[in-house]
């Protein structure tokens, strides 16, 4: 375990693509204890219809990475990709070019990190307003599972481009046609030094006191 404070880990924990060790093993024993922790996140009515399908297999890994990498080389294409975005914003567009680049990396070596984690729901039938409750049910889970990896030294990234091929991968993996796929988690060692706190908006500027638009107090 990692010597860091709660407000440490919070601000530190990032989206790690280029530094992901994709030659050392992670014992499944970590991934075991992430998963206890993340399944003490609060979910609708506690119902507690999480799914999570841990791939280790050599062969699915690769399959779901070359799902993966089709996905990111459309989505690099298209004009919403992160390094076209604020181009005109020279205190942005620097920082947007490297996410850029690292998304391009994580595309190429999706299928060669050691363990990868797809937070799954039972979907059901949705009523109105219930997106909300059903994203809220398991998101903080996921998010909870990459902040036990990050206190255990391990680096993983919140990725769902591989959702234009949900099918293929539900069929892939067995997954059942009422279990919804929310995201892809690489998870790896990290390597290199530490993290740090990412820069950020203002709070001030997105902040509204009582009403729209009201930002000072």
């Known amino acids: 375990m990692l010597p860091l404070s709660p407000d440490e880990l919070l601000t530190t924990t990032r989206s790690v693509r280029k530094r992901l060790d994709f030659d050392r093993p992670v014992p ?6 992430c998963l206890e922790i993340a399944l003490q996140a609060p979910s609708g009515s506690n119902r507690q219809t999480w799914h999570w399908v841990v791939v280790t297999d050599p062969s699915l890994r ?4 070359d799902y993966y990498r089709r996905a990111v080389e459309g989505y690099l294409a298209s004009s919403g990709a992160a390094g076209k975005l604020f ?3 020279p205190s942005r567009s620097a920082v947007q070019r490297r996410v850029g680049d690292s998304v391009e ?3 190429e070596h999706m299928g060669d990190a050691p363990v990868l984690v797809l937070p799954c729901i039972e979907a059901g039938r949705l009523g109105p307003g219930s997106q909300a409750g059903l994203w809220g049910s ?3 889970a996921a998010w909870s599972f990459m902040l036990a990896a990050r206190s255990r030294g391990l680096g993983s990234a919140w990725t769902t481009l591989h959702l234009i091929a949900e099918k293929e991968a539900a069929k892939l993996l067995g997954i059942p046609d009422d279990v919804t796929q929310t995201a892809l988690l690489p998870v790896a060692y990290f390597t ?4 740090k706190p ?3 908006v203002d709070p001030r500027s997105v902040t509204h006191w009582d009403a729209w638009g009201a930002h000072k107090r």
Request: aromatic share 8%.
């Open 28 to 33: 499944l024993e970590l991934v075991r204890e």
């Open 62 to 65: 690769g399959t779901i990475g």
């Open 87 to 89: 181009a005109d914003d």
């Open 105 to 107: 990396y994580l595309g």
């Open 138 to 140: 398991i998101l903080p």
């Open 192 to 195: 290199g030094k530490d993290f």
């Open 198 to 200: 990412a820069n950020r």
